[in-house]
T-cell receptor, first 115, second 110 residues
Framework: DAGVIQSPRHEVTEMGQEVTLRCKPI?????LFWYRQTMMRGLELLIY????????DSGMPEDRFSAKMPNASFSTLKIQPSEPRDSAVYFC?????????????FGPGTRLTVT | GNSVTQMEGPVTLSEEAFLTINCTYT??????LFWYVQYPGEGLQLLLK?????DKGSNKGFEATYRKETTSFHLEKGSVQVSDSAVYFC?????????FGKGTKLTVNP
């Protein structure tokens, strides 16, 4: 089975540019989560979806961040405009309501650098 | 609200030493408990889990027991290897999402 797939693995962009991160969850999983990891703040949950519907976006830092899930096999996290403080590793994870509660499978992450 | 507290790192051990990483939680109800491991440059991987009190999760020589009376889920390994060097996260899940601890970085020297 393929795991969670994220692209790109690395992204370097200049301040003010739009950045789009992509995620393909494990087939059959109905929950999708976006996290951000930095040295200073650790692992933060940004937003999660259930059956393609956003359930909790309280972790999204500001209006520059948006996330969509147009279908069960694809999600995007967009930052527009990007700022240097957005530099972090962004993880996507998925899970199924059928698993032990909360068990999630993580992708390899996208390392974003904003200069 | 629900939270997870795990011991601050970093932890540095010699190969074959005994490892304990403490984890306690606060929660309403009875969450599932997890340990995740993150190797350098990779995403988090589930290491072990326990879904109810007194359950013991185990994997790759690591163990943790769900202790309801002390609200703890300490991670242990009897003999660590260099390849165990990683960051370890304790987490709880009561409904849809996980609550993670801040992570403990382990370095094992030969």
């Amino acid at each position: 089975d393929a795991g969670v797939i994220q692209s790109p693995r690395h992204e370097v962009t200049e301040m003010g540019q739009e950045v789009t991160l992509r995620c393909k969850p494990i087939s059959g999983h109905d929950y999708l989560f976006w996290y951000r990891q930095t040295m200073m703040r650790g692992l933060e949950l940004l937003i999660y979806f259930n059956n393609n519907v956003p359930i909790d976006d309280s972790g999204m830092p500001e209006d520059r961040f948006s996330a969509k899930m147009p279908n069960a096999s694809f999600s995007t996290l967009k930052i527009q405009p990007s700022e240097p403080r957005d530099s972090a590793v962004y993880f996507c994870a998925s899970s199924s309501a059928g698993f032990p509660r909360g068990e999630q499978y993580f992708g390899p992450g996208t390392r974003l650098t904003v200069t | 609200g629900n939270s997870v507290t795990q011991m601050e790192g970093p932890v540095t051990l010699s190969e074959e030493a005994f490892l304990t990483i403490n984890c306690t939680y606060t929660a309403t109800g009875y969450p599932s408990l997890f340990w995740y491991v993150q190797y350098p440059g990779e995403g988090l991987q589930l290491l072990l889990k326990a879904t109810k009190a007194d359950d013991k999760g185990s994997n790759k020589g690591f163990e943790a027991t769900y202790r309801k009376e002390t609200t703890s889920f300490h991670l242990e390994k009897g003999s660590v290897q260099v390849s165990d060097s990683a960051v370890y996260f304790c987490a709880q899940g009561g409904s849809e999402k996980l609550v993670f601890g801040k992570g403990t970085k382990l370095t094992v020297n030969p």
